[in-house]
């Protein structure tokens, strides 16, 4: 069974909208690697049963473009939330006040960083879409020019749709 961009395109935006809602809430489980895993194998998976190469795919500068934001906010949102989450982690094991922790609603001011990865989060997921949108494109005008070569152009008569009869008599 062939995925279609239409299926790929709902689970890059489900687990863009997993990974906003997660960082928001500040859990240990992020879904941005899936997001953004999900989102590179749709650029490189062949669609239906078809393939494209790379110079066809990035033949585009908006593509190339793209792809670069695409996976460099994936990189800064992922550092984000790793960020927070390990130096949360350190000032919770290597606090001196222990009695303090629990008392307090707040104990760090990491919020805003995890807020913020998790909208970076959310942001690489809509490049990702655009990404693949852009990939589709790449693709129609990839099989469209085979397509094109194939047929020939009007007036034009080739070789192998000519078939003689009568031996060669005009």
């Known amino acids: 069974m062939a995925v279609s961009i239409k299926s790929i395109a709902i689970i890059v935006a489900a687990l863009g909208v997993k990974a906003f809602v997660f960082g928001i809430l ?3 489980k992020k879904a941005l690697i899936a997001c953004t895993l999900v989102g590179i194998c749709s650029i490189f998976y062949p669609c239906k049963g078809k393939s494209v190469p790379y110079k066809g795919l990035f033949h585009s500068t908006r593509m190339v473009l793209f792809f670069q934001i695409a996976l460099s906010v994936s990189m800064v949102a992922g550092g984000m939330l790793l960020w ?10 290597k606090n001196v006040h222990r009695h303090n922790v629990d008392s307090t609603n707040c104990p760090t001011a990491k919020t805003g960083l995890f807020g913020g990865a ?4 959310l942001d690489a997921s809509l490049f990702w879409l655009v990404c693949l949108m852009l990939t589709n494109n790449a693709r129609e005008d990839y099989f469209d020019e085979a397509r094109e070569e194939q ?3 009007y007036g034009q008569v080739l070789i192998t749709d000519y078939e003689t009869t009568g031996g060669g008599k005009a």
């Open 84 to 93: 927070a989450t390990t130096t949360e982690l350190i000032h919770l094991t």
């Open 26 to 28: 500040a859990e240990i």
């Open 118 to 121: 998790a909208f970076m989060a």
């Open 151 to 153: 047929k020939g152009e």
